[in-house]
């Protein structure tokens, strides 16, 4: 409960300034569709040999792709994004572990409220979110082995809601409604690890929605992006909301190279009644096409 309550004090003052790499920039001058894909990769080495300091030989490399589609068309508009990470390192004696894995893709469905650009628009989104490969926590099991905790569609979150969102800029957003959540767990005997019965594979939920965004560069080739998604199912006590809570800082050293540095917060009491955090500090190189 504790922590639930630190997170939703971060969520009610990131109302204020808020929509980042979960988001769909659709600017109000584009007419006509546009697309913008960018993939990279990043990757790290060491190695030690005699070194009074010490250390454990090891290699990592993660690649990463985003495709972004806007389209709009007088007042109706339309994004659509696929967002992937996946990265694994090799470490002395302790083999491969997987240091990122995310499969997230979004449909977004935008009507302006009024005749002349409002701020005003009525929203639908459909997310789907998991990830490509088996998670493990390392040690975990009753016997120091690895512990499976989760895998591909185990979870898989596929989430459709629908509101009103207020647009001031193209860089900012903050939107309300009713939403439908179904989690599906591919694996059965994970089910109980993410609020499922046993033997059950899959649960819908029917609740409200809060989610808020904002993306700029606030520097010199320094871009900053955050979004914040809250789920409150029907039936459910307000301390059991979902949160979602992402942050991606991006430092471009030229048109190839960049710094990245992405910090996440979840809670979600179905599978743990802490705080899941989640940060990569990254560098390497990245191309975007349109």
Known sequence: MKQYLILFSVLFLLTELSFGQDSIAIP?????RSTSWTVGINGSQASYSNWSQGGVNNIAATGRSTLTIAYKKDRFAYGFLVDTRYGKTQIQNEGNRKIDDRLYIKNRFLYDLGEDESDFKAYA????RTQFDKGFNYGGGPDGEDLLISSFMAPGYFSQDV????????????EAGLGL???FVRDENLGPSYGLDDGDRFKSEVGFTVGSGFNAEIASNVEFSTSINAFKAFGKS???TDVYFSNKLIGR?????????NFDLVYDDDFSDRIQVAQVLSMGISFTLR
């Open 125 to 128: 989104n459909i997310r789907i």
């Open 181 to 183: 959540q179904q989690t």
């Open 28 to 32: 109000d001058t584009l007419q006509g």
């Open 253 to 261: 050293i030229n048109n190839y190279m960049n710094a990245s540095l």
């Open 238 to 240: 307000v301390s059991s």
């Open 163 to 174: 509101g009103i969102a207020y647009v001031p800029s193209d860089n900012f957003t903050f």
